[in-house]
């Protein structure tokens, strides 16, 4: 994924030359070549998230597209007011990327985990906010990116992650994406844990149940559409996110079937509530929340009897 | 700005008070903002990161011709765009703050912003003398002096006095002043209520090409106000009915 956010950002650059990046002292291996023909356009602010933010937020005011790139909870916990003052509240093209989604950065523990970002985030105003599966749709979304006016923030895993579509789909921000479409189950699933909702989505299918998969690569603004569409007809409803449910697509699913006055069976599978203190891989940490292939099978066959 | 708080019991008064003359030498002596080019990008800029003194800005505003006399009165009314702290939906406010410590960030991403562009716009950036407390505005300092940036002119209104406490109880200005000094900033001292001092240390800027330059404008919270001056609880209190009379003529105005 950051591979491929790097290679369009370049494409921007290429194009704009009020485009910016800035980092705070990552992206070894990653910004190199950026850094060498953009030495104007891209500044390493050093280990100061919370000034980081700010001159975003004061380059943008002055009529420039600033991309600020940090691990996330660098990016989002600790100049939290900053977004939320500087960048959401004067609605101020700023995109944020963030990189390690969930347990990417699993075994460097607690810190770095990134398992409320968008929960978070959902609650401030004007803000975008995406959840890109694969590199694919890193490329479509950073492709449309510009054409926001207000901020966004782009949540991103580390390198490497499969690709799960065929080929590069019509991505449309703000649209979810429909991968299958079925009769019996819904799906709906954020980030690149769709993976296993497609590999989930398989083996239910071989023993007759048809599932429709509804791919949420844009949080906010939430489509509600797309989801109450989907519904018809459905025995279950079932959430993948590697974030906590609590405050995450799940909580967004089931605030939308209830405030539409709608009753089905939702089984989330994300993170639970509590903070753990250990670590490990992330199919590892994955599996202590209950998140794994075979786990999510038995949970989903049992509920439908 | 006394008849404004006492109708609307707001605080700040005396932060105002302490930061309003530097306000007005600006608007009227130095920088290139006007409400006609100030729809352009290629002007000077004003940061007032001590947002709560926000009313003084909305007089300045208004004495200038960016607001009219019924909007700069609606402060503190029902759905008025005038807050306590400032926004940009107000004509001639650069940009929103109201918590301590943003400004100076925002200020020097707009000042490096305008030098990549080859604008010769200068931002100016009013910093209360406690939020230098903050880590961010230290943060700010770094990076501005480490980019170079002498289109960026900070002012701390060192009315001496925080929220609860003296300020040189929490951290002495000598020390804030190293560490713009030792982050690469000239800094200078001035009178921040003598018009003339003030007008000679602006035209100064940049003190050192190269270097983004801090004025540390010594004043007096309350100033003008023998009752306010120097006290505390203006920062928090608003004049009385009894008091508006009494306040307005030694500020030498008409009741």
Redesign the interface.
């Known amino acids: 994924m950051r591979t491929a956010f790097v290679n369009e950002l370049e494409n921007i650059m290429d194009k704009d030359e009020?485009t910016f990046l800035l980092t705070g002292d990552l992206g070894f291996s990653v910004f190199e070549r950026l850094r060498e023909r953009w030495s104007?356009?891209y500044?390493n602010?050093?280990v100061?998230e919370?000034?980081m933010?700010?001159?975003?937020?004061?380059?943008?005011?002055?009529?420039?597209q600033v991309f600020v790139y940090s691990i996330i909870p660098f990016v989002v916990y600790r100049p939290f007011?900053?977004i939320r003052?500087?960048v959401c509240?004067?609605n101020l093209p700023v995109r944020l990327v963030g990189v390690g989604a969930g347990f990417s950065y699993s075994d460097a523990g607690f810190t770095h985990h990134a398992i409320e970002d968008y929960g978070i985030l959902r609650s401030f105003p004007n803000l975008t906010i995406l959840s890109p599966a694969d590199s694919l749709e890193v490329t479509a979304q950073m492709k449309q990116i510009n054409s926001l006016g207000g901020p966004s923030y782009m949540r991103l895993g580390r390198n490497g992650e499969p690709i799960l579509h065929d080929k590069q789909k019509f991505l449309k921000i703000g649209k979810a994406l429909e991968l299958t479409r079925g009769d019996d189950i819904l799906f709906v699933a954020t980030g690149s844990i769709l993976g296993k909702a497609i590999t989930i989505g398989k083996l239910l299918e071989s023993v007759g149940y048809t599932v429709t998969i509804l791919d949420y690569h844009t949080i906010k603004p939430f489509d509600d559409e797309s989801l109450l569409k989907s519904l018809d007809g459905k025995r279950l409803v079932v959430t993948f996110e590697e974030h906590l449910v609590t405050t995450g697509l799940y909580s967004l699913v089931a605030q939308t079937i209830l405030s539409n006055d709608l009753s089905i069976r939702i089984i989330p599978f994300g993170i639970g509530e509590s903070a753990i203190h250990y670590s490990g891989t992330r199919e590892y940490m994955l599996t202590q929340y209950g998140v794994s292939d075979q786990l999510i099978y038995e949970k989903i066959k049992k509920a439908l009897g | 700005m006394v008849r404004l708080h006492n109708r609307t019991h707001t605080s700040h008064i005396g932060s105002e008070f302490s930061s309003l003359d530097i306000m007005v030498e600006l608007y009227f002596d130095v920088m290139d903002i006007t409400p006609q080019n100030f729809s352009s990008l290629d002007r000077d800029y004003f940061i007032i990161s001590k947002g709560h003194a926000a009313p003084a800005l909305y007089d300045v505003l208004f004495r200038r011709g960016f607001i009219t006399k019924d909007a700069f009165e609606s402060y503190g009314k029902e759905g008025s765009q005038l807050a306590e702290h400032p926004k940009r939906e107000v004509f001639g406010v650069d940009t929103a703050t109201g918590s301590l410590g943003h400004g100076l960030s925002i200020a020097a991403g707009m000042a490096y912003s305008l030098k990549y562009s080859n604008m010769k716009g200068k931002v100016y950036c009013l910093l209360s003398d406690g939020e230098c407390q903050e880590g961010s505005t230290i943060e700010a300092a770094n990076f501005a002096g480490r980019m170079k940036l002498d289109n960026l002119i900070a002012v701390i209104d060192n009315n001496r006095l925080q929220g609860y406490e003296r300020t040189s109880n929490i951290q002495n200005i000598a020390s804030v002043k190293n560490k713009f000094e030792a982050s690469s900033w000239s800094v200078s001292e001035m009178n921040g209520h003598d018009f003339q001092d003030m007008r000679s240390k602006f035209l100064n800027t940049p003190f050192k090409t190269g270097e983004p330059s801090l004025l540390i404008a010594n004043t007096l919270k309350g100033k003008g106000v023998l009752e306010m001056e120097d006290k505390l609880e203006w920062h928090y209190k608003s004049p009385s009915d009894v008091e508006v009379e009494n306040f307005i003529k030694q500020l030498g105005g008409s009741t």
């Open positions: 009020n104007k356009q500044i602010m050093g100061a919370q000034n933010i700010g001159v975003a937020a004061g380059m943008a005011l002055t009529g420039k007011e900053q003052n500087d509240y004067q």
